[in-house]
Structure formats: C-alpha cells, structure tokens
C-alpha cells in the first residue's frame, strides 16, 4: 500500500510541475509578446522622429568634416543619422567636438554664469547661445535618439529570452504530460 500511495504522490508532484510550467510557459510567451512590440514600437519610432529632423552628417572633404579630425565619423559621411548609433556618433563624436572648440573648452554653464557678469559682451552672449543650442540637440540625439533606441534593443534581446524560456517550459510541461500517462 505504502508504495501505491507513493506513486500516486509522485504523479499528483508531477502534475502540479507541469500545470505550473504549463502557465509559466504562457505567461512568459505574453511577456515576450510585449516586449516584442515595445522593441518594435521603440525602434519605429525612434527611426521615424530622428529622420523627420533631417540632421545628416557632413560630407566626405567638407571642411568642418575632415578626416583628420573626424576619422571615426567618416563612415557616416553624407547619410541621415536615422539610428540610435548615428545619433550617438553625431551627439558625441560631432557635436561635442565642435562645443569644446566654441568657448575654449567651456561648458554652457560656465559661459552662461561669465554672461551674466558681463551683458554686453557680444562674444560670450554668442559662445552662450552656439553652447546652449549645440546641447539642446545633442541632449536630445542622446536621450531621444541613442537612449530610447538602446531601450529598444534590450526589450528585443529580453522578448527572444522569454520566448526560449517559453518554449523550454513548455517542452518540460509536455515531457511531464507524456510521464503522466
């Protein structure tokens, strides 16, 4: 009797594991689900607001453009910047470089704060507004267009993640299915 009763705990444990898994596996392939339409989403989006700017690099030869000083950019000479890469390499690589040069390396702040204390001077008031302009978009490209856009590529990786813990889960509870018979 003792070993009956043995086996029928055994089957009732395995049972509970595979409805478990079973609900698991569904609750993992809807999470999947949604994190696959947030990567798609994001990158859509990401995508279409940062072409609807029509920021491009420059041209190969332009001048504020050269090889020497931009190599890592070149290979993004010409085109729209229209990805989360783009938009980091144009924010970073592009713009930032061109802010260090405005005010001798000055941040917007300190430009900002020497501004206040001398209005009249026609050179700071431009150093403050290039600086401030230059950040405005760079924030932007970095937050909007880098920032979201890499949100969107882990929710991709996390959807394909819980979609093969979907799957295996759902190989376990089949598995424990065909034990049951």
């Not at 050269?66 to 970073?92: I, R, W």
């Not at 490209?141 to 979201?148: D, H, V």
Request: net charge positive; proline share 3%.
């Amino acid at each position: 009797m003792a070993k009956t009763q043995s086996k029928t705990e055994v089957q009732t444990i395995k049972r509970m594991f595979m409805y478990l898994s079973a609900m698991a596996a569904i609750l993992l392939l809807v999470l999947s689900g949604l994190a696959f339409w947030a990567s798609s989403f994001i990158g859509t989006m990401v995508h279409d607001e940062l072409a609807a700017q029509k920021v491009y690099f420059p041209e190969k030869g332009t001048p504020s453009f050269d090889a020497e000083t931009y190599p890592d950019l070149q290979k993004y000479a010409g085109q729209l910047v229209d990805s989360p890469e783009k938009a980091e390499a144009y924010a970073n690589g592009y713009i930032a470089r061109h802010l260090s040069k405005t005010a001798e390396g000055k941040t917007y702040s300190e430009i900002s704060t020497e501004s206040m204390k001398d209005p009249s001077n026609e050179k700071l008031q431009a150093q403050k507004q290039s600086l401030f302009q230059g950040e405005m978009l760079r924030g932007i490209l970095l937050t909007s267009g880098y920032g979201f856009g890499t949100i969107g590529k882990i929710a991709g990786i996390a959807a394909f993640i819980l979609l093969v813990g979907s799957a295996i889960l759902a190989i376990v509870a089949g598995w424990l299915r065909l034990q049951l018979r």
